[in-house]
């Protein structure tokens, strides 16, 4: 069960990136100001669903300091759109506005005064449009359409399976369009006929709340244009994914495209991806000077949010609780552009079900464009969404046969290494292990007094983690190391986790090895930071890195020792000869190159095969408790105990472990007592951080227990396999099952704020309920 | 803001104060927040800006010793005071406690949040020096931090409370 401890890796070693940050030392992408420096601001969309008639920018030209307005029609000589899955998403609206706030001119300035009053002063006339608010009234058969354009969907092989184009299925000439952006269907047995046989048929509709993530640091963007080449510092999680459509709006080789991220203030998946930058580099393309974009939370919310959804379950058990069917039905409101939401879906869909035995399963996803805030990746990614309607199904179905909601999902859960979905990976972890440490954990302290309830939920996601990774390590004269990856620090501590694999890799110290990241560049290429894959995936190309190093020296040194290479004895930043000598790697180095210079390079790949073939490349658990007190005259909902349990593989450094579970409980705590993105009309009620309520420190739990787990069966290095995003796919489900045993009543919807649960206690219907 | 009538910031006003023990003498314009004047003149980019607010207390700095929020205090209104920011805090090559003691905790992760928080913890200890959990947790509650779930900062500053005590 346990894993070996070894030198460095496993040990809760200090992080370095902290010592920079405690000191204000720590650059961001805000705090870079290059020579030379014009600052933006957008103009944005007053209206929710628009034809635009005309932009009116003399006035603006006018305003002392500003020395441009970007509109789309500066645009004509460039692709003008950006979307990695459906490049539906245009830089400046083209034609119209498909909702409030988005961008439709740019106003470049020599400082950010000017550029805010330039932007005050474009005025842009409109002809207002029918607009579809929400989901429901996007797929109401009159309803107005979003897209009227085939975008044509990327062919990349990850994302090929997202490739449906809006509201067209593969087949027919010409259906009628709808605002349907995708969708994923996923089914095996036979449901119907099952339910008809099953002892019980439970039926519930959930509906899970628009989120905002609220990385503390806002979304920008620097770009500059020198001669042919273009180059972005940017607060981007996937700097090598922003490269690509970069690359293709200025029809540039992608070696000319450089886009660099520095420390990340915060990511949670709402930095994948392109947002930004295309705005921030067609100013500095029009004026040919470096433009700076730095947006506000009222404008990062407007670019970026979670996918709502509305989901139906019913689902067949036995008498004895026995799963027989299920059957989902997800409709996401994915707002105005596709953005990274058919991967949501897909996710949404592979999920939803849980981590149990399903012998018949029937799930219908949509995900429809609505004029809204674009929705996309959101730490969880469609699985917080899924486990709300599934988590809290089971619980209904538990009440009704009179089994504790955590007997029924005993008998549910698939064993280790049983499949969850058909033809992949099956779970690499021991999920009914893991369910009994939050049990026991809650039960020790668990108060049986009214007002009172106890919530479990489990979830397992299939990683959406495509193993694409490179690394390289630099072995220098001194012994040091260098290392590279294009894996972005956004807070996770991945650098600080690199260099720890390297030092154990390579028998250096750690405080010999450096790692530079995120660099189309500098840095060696990697797909994504995004679904837990660093230490996994970047880790094994690290370890290959190190490995392809130590070929690489032992060579060296059988040549200059004239010795058979398999004489040499592997050792700790050193080789050993027949004789005893160690030689160091340094040594090998500067003998080889004859002198005091040179350098060795290793290189690590990985790509889809060998242990890496099946996908996913690991599952990541998500196992949590929740004990919850109400106050029933204010419906004031107060967390006794958060048990969290982080099914790692194994801890590179299990402070961060611990740190990262309960940062993603937190937010998923967020979802289900506090946050909820509210529309009323075209726009938004609480675009800001004072009606956007997220946890505050009063809010922490009075016990917290983060359990790390590890029982090598991860498939990266020394066993070890995703965390950080577990904790927050099914705490709003674990939530909402607590706060249903506390007051009898089940609620269908999240955040459960303090009006939501007085309604419940008091038997009135719930808020805005359908 | 009209068109007419830009005010692009040519009303200037002359700022004398202490930034960090340094006397700073600077003519900024009138509608420069605190932070702006921080980041963009002295090139003191440790106090980060967030929620423009003051509900998230990121750009929390001292002024006279009581913690503001830099995002909305205006830069004009720091003549003939006393500034500090994280970029203070540590003397010399030595960490302060709060720094070493967060550091050591885990308790930060993206490190955006946290040089309001050290600002914050730091007006909290001088003039409390031995809080309770819960006299720390209700004086940072303007404190945002998405990253850590709270409980490594609210043992770092009790844990760096009790070595300031020790060094007292």
Redo the contacts between chains.
């Keep these: 069960m346990s894993v070996e401890r070894r030198r460095v890796a496993g040990q809760a070693v200090?992080?370095r990136?902290?010592?920079?940050?405690?000191?204000?030392?720590?650059?961001?992408t805000?705090?870079v100001?290059p020579p030379g420096c014009l600052h933006a601001k957008v103009v944005r969309s007053s209206r929710a669903h628009a034809r635009i008639l005309g932009i009116e920018t003399s006035?603006?030209l006018?305003?002392?300091?500003v020395i441009a307005v970007v509109t789309a029609s500066d645009l004509a000589a460039l692709f003008p759109r950006f979307g990695h899955i459906i490049p539906d998403h245009a830089i400046l609206a083209m034609e119209k506005v498909r909702y409030y706030g988005e961008p439709v001119a740019l106003v470049v300035a020599e400082?950010i005064?000017?550029a805010?009053?330039g932007a005050?002063?474009v005025q842009v006339r409109y002809e207002d449009l029918p607009a579809a608010m929400d989901a429901e009234a996007a797929l109401a058969p009159d309803a107005p359409i979003l897209h009227d354009d085939d975008y044509g969907a990327s062919g990349d092989e990850s994302f090929s399976e997202m490739a449906a184009t809006p509201g067209l299925p593969d087949h027919g000439d010409s259906p009628p369009r709808t605002n349907v952006a995708h969708t994923v269907d996923l089914s095996w047995g036979d449901v119907d006929a099952a339910l008809a046989q099953a002892h019980i048929v439970v039926e519930n509709r959930v509906h899970y709340p628009m989120l905002y993530?609220?990385?503390?640091?806002?979304y920008n963007a620097v770009a500059s244009f020198t001669e042919d080449s273009l180059h972005v510092v940017s607060s981007a999680q996937h700097p090598f994914m922003v490269r690509t459509d970069l690359a293709r709006i200025f029809s540039l080789p992608l070696s000319r495209v450089r886009v660099q991220v520095p420390?990340?203030?915060?990511?949670?998946g709402s930095k994948s991806y392109t947002k930004i930058e295309p705005l921030a580099a067609v100013g500095a393309w029009v004026v040919r000077q470096p433009v700076k974009l730095v947006l506000?939370?009222e404008e990062a919310i407007y670019t970026t949010r979670a996918d709502s959804a509305a989901i139906t379950v019913r689902s067949g058990f036995d008498a004895e609780g026995r799963i027989l069917a299920r059957a989902f039905d997800i409709v996401l409101d994915s707002g105005a552009y596709a953005d990274n939401s058919p991967l949501v879906l897909a996710k949404a869909v592979n999920r939803c079900f849980g981590p149990y035995r399903v012998p018949n399963l029937r799930v219908r996803g949509r995900s429809v464009y609505t004029n809204t805030s674009p929705a996309s990746s959101y730490r969880g990614f469609g699985a917080p969404q899924g486990a709300l309607a599934g988590e809290t199904n089971l619980d209904r179905a538990a009440a009704q046969l009179g089994i504790d909601p955590v007997e029924i999902r005993r008998r549910n859960l698939v064993p280790p290494g049983g499949e969850i979905l058909p033809g992949k990976r099956g779970i690499d972890a021991d999920l009914p292990a893991d369910l009994e440490l939050v049990a026991e954990s809650l039960q020790r302290d668990a108060r049986t007094v009214p007002g009172h309830g106890i919530g479990v939920a489990c979830t397992a996601s299939d990683a959406g983690a495509y193993p694409i990774s490179t690394a390289i390590v630099r072995v220098q004269t001194d012994g040091s190391v260098t290392v590279l990856s294009g894996s972005t620090e956004?807070?996770?501590?991945s650098r600080s986790v690199l260099a720890q694999l390297v030092a154990e890799e390579l028998g250096v110290p750690i405080e010999a090895v450096d790692v530079v990241q995120s660099d189309t560049a500098m840095s060696s290429y990697e797909r994504t930071t995004g679904a837990s894959r660093t230490t996994t995936l970047v880790g094994l190309a690290v370890q290959r890195a190190c490995a392809d190093a130590r070929a690489k020296l032992t060579e060296m040194a059988a040549e200059i020792e004239q010795c058979p290479p398999e004489s040499l004895a592997q050792g700790d930043g050193v080789l050993e000869s027949a004789d005893g000598r160690k030689l160091a790697f340094g040594d090998i180095i500067s003998r080889w190159f004859g002198g005091d210079a040179g350098e060795v390079t290793g290189v690590g790949t990985l790509r889809r095969d060998g242990r890496t073939q099946k996908m996913p490349p690991f599952w990541e658990v998500g196992m949590v408790g929740v004990e919850v007190g109400i106050d029933p005259e204010t419906g004031v909902v107060r967390v006794d105990q958060l048990v969290t349990v982080a099914d790692v593989g194994f801890a590179f450094n299990p402070?961060?472990v611990?740190?990262?579970d309960?940062?993603a409980?937190?937010?998923g705590l967020g979802g289900a007592l506090f946050e909820e993105l509210v529309y009323d009309g075209p726009q938004l009620v609480n675009p800001?951080?004072?009606e956007y309520r997220?946890?505050?420190?009063?809010d922490?739990a009075d016990k917290?227990e983060s359990i790390v787990v590890e029982r090598g069966d991860g498939v990266g290095p020394y066993g070890a396999k995703g965390g950080g995003e577990g904790a927050l796919n099914p705490m709003g489900a674990a939530v909402a099952n607590a706060v249903a045993m506390a007051t009898g009543k089940w609620p269908s919807r999240l955040p459960l704020t303090p009006e939501r649960v007085w309604r419940l206690v008091n038997d009135l219907p719930e808020v805005d309920a359908e | 803001m009209t068109a007419a009538q830009p005010a692009t910031g040519h009303d200037h006003v002359v700022v004398a104060a202490d930034v960090n023990g340094v006397s700073v003498t600077e003519p900024v314009p009138t509608r420069w927040t605190l932070a702006q004047f921080l980041r963009d003149r002295l090139g003191l980019t440790g106090t980060k800006v967030s929620c423009e607010l003051q509900v998230c207390g990121a750009c929390s700095v001292l002024v006279d010793g009581a913690p503001v929020s830099a995002c909305t205090y205006l830069a004009a209104d720091i003549d003939g005071r006393r500034v500090q920011t994280v970029e203070g805090l540590a003397a010399r090559d030595q960490l302060h406690p709060l720094q070493r003691s967060f550091v050591e905790h885990f308790a930060l992760q993206c490190g955006f949040c946290t040089p309001g928080f050290l600002m914050m913890a730091k007006a909290l200890l001088d003039r409390n020096p031995d809080p309770t959990e819960d006299e720390v947790k209700e004086y940072l509650d303007g404190n945002i931090c998405r990253c850590t779930g709270y409980e490594p900062i609210v043992a770092a500053v009790l844990d760096a409370a009790k070595r300031m005590r020790g060094q007292a």
Excluded: C, H
């Design positions: 200090q992080r990136d902290l010592f920079e940050k405690v000191t204000g030392a720590a650059t961001y805000v705090d100001t006035a603006a006018a305003v002392p300091g400082n005064v000017a805010s009053d005050e002063a993530a609220y990385a503390m640091e806002p420390y990340l203030g915060g990511g949670y506000d939370v956004m807070g996770q501590g402070k961060a611990e740190g990262q309960l940062g409980a937190t937010q800001n951080m004072v997220v946890p505050r420190m009063t922490l917290i």
